[in-house]
């Protein structure tokens, strides 16, 4: 579903450039969590950033945007959606790398050597850890966001055909309010103001998607998928799940990019 980075890369970003406030930010990221806090990765970290090192008291948002401020980036924040197989946008072998992978999402600041991976350590409680990013890494590939917009519906378009094939996406009951069950139940993303259009429509058409997939994985009621089909399953739905990532992250860009030129007068 809708990723906590997402919220944080385009809210931090806005930030950065002066299309937004401090409050704006904290607040995008209350539905995410009744809590937030924030610790360095190591002690090294911890020293660079003036934030807890692990095992001590955990601290806040609000000091890990005083430690992006002090930091002084020159670009916004870069949104990684990293899973094994697929680590574009990653800056590399890392730790960041490494538990960015392993949650699914990071937030990486590239100008200020930080990255940023949120993870839940308790009912409604999401960490924030800071990790050093010495290196930038390869480039960023550059996704239009047209060309996402186009290549999400068409393995959509895809997907549906495959899946009907194998069997797996026949109808079950209650199907379509598991679906609309799972988007009621998402948090309430909030965006700035001039979010531009398009970026938030595939945003949504996202969140839509994944909710598809999570339903298309739910084995009928009383059958179980042999092997062979469970990984016939798997294959066919892997390459909507990258066009997900992707189309999330070039709206996200195309948000950063906007929001970035536009700051507050």
Known sequence: MPRASATFTVWASAWLAGAAAPDDVLDALGPWALAHDVQAADAETAALTALPPPGSPVSSLAFLLATLRRASPRGPARLVLPVPGDVRGLPGPGAFSREATSAGE??????????????????????????????????????????????????????????????VARHRPGVREEIAAALRARPESMWPAGMPGQALRVLQHADEVEAILAAA?????????????????????????????????????????????????
Do not use: C
């Open 106 to 167: 990071g937030v990486l600041f590239v100008d200020a050597g930080l990255g940023v991976v949120p993870t839940t350590v308790a009912e409604n409680v999401v960490r924030w850890t800071v990790y050093p990013v010495p290196e930038a890494g390869p480039p960023v590939e550059f996704v239009a966001l047209n060309q996402a917009e186009r290549e999400l519906r068409e393995q959509v378009r895809q997907s549906a055909s495959v899946l009907t094939s194998l069997g």
């Open 217 to 265: 994985q739910v084995d009928e009621p009383g059958g179980a998928l042999s092997a062979s089909a469970a990984e016939a399953r798997r294959e066919a739905l892997r390459p909507i799940e990258t066009a997900v990532r992707v189309a999330r992250r070039a709206a996200v860009a195309e948000a950063v990019r906007v929001l970035a030129a536009s700051p507050l007068v």
